[in-house]
C-alpha cells in the first residue's frame, strides 16, 4: 500500500466570508492587528496571520454563523480579551455555558475559550490550551 503524503506539512489557508469590505479591513487589520498582505477585489482581502494566509472572501451576503470560523491559541486568554476589549471588541455570551466575568468559558479538560464577532456576523474565538503550553 503506498504512503500517502497527506497534508500535514503544509499551511492551512483561512477563509471567511466578509460584506461590508471597509469595516472589515479596518476590523482584521486595526482592531485585531492583522497585516493587510494585499486587496484583490472583488474576490478577497489578504492579511497575515502570523504566517498563515487569511484571505476575507468578499460577498453579497453571508449564510447565518452556525459555528466558531476562525480561532486564535494565545498564552494568555485573560490577558488577551482584556486587550481586545479595549480595542473595541466586545464579547459573546451563552446562556448554556457558564463564563467567567470576562466570558471565558474553562472546557473540561481545562482549555479556556472566549468568542467575539466580527463586523458581518461571523464567529471568532481565542483559546488558551495549558495543555500545549
Given at each position: ?80 480579551v482584556k486587550d ?12 448554556q455555558m457558564k ?22 456576523g461571523n464567529i ?10
Amino acid at each position: 500500500m503506498p504512503q500517502l503524503t497527506g497534508l500535514g506539512k503544509y499551511n492551512i489557508i483561512g477563509f471567511v466570508g466578509i460584506v461590508d469590505v471597509d469595516r472589515a479591513k479596518a476590523f482584521y487589520r486595526d482592531t485585531l492587528g492583522l497585516r493587510l498582505v494585499s486587496e484583490e477585489p472583488p474576490f478577497a482581502l489578504v492579511f497575515d496571520a502570523n504566517g498563515i494566509m487569511l484571505r476575507l472572501a468578499m460577498g453579497k451576503e453571508i449564510p447565518p454563523a452556525r459555528g466558531t470560523v476562525l480561532g486564535w491559541q494565545v498564552p494568555d486568554i485573560s490577558a488577551t480579551v482584556k486587550d481586545l476589549a479595549r480595542a473595541g471588541v466586545r464579547f459573546e455570551r451563552y446562556q448554556q455555558m457558564k463564563q467567567d466575568e470576562l466570558g471565558i468559558w474553562t472546557t473540561p479538560t481545562g482549555a479556556k475559550v472566549a468568542w467575539f464577532k466580527d463586523p458581518d456576523g461571523n464567529i471568532l474565538s481565542i483559546s488558551e490550551h495549558p495543555e500545549l503550553k
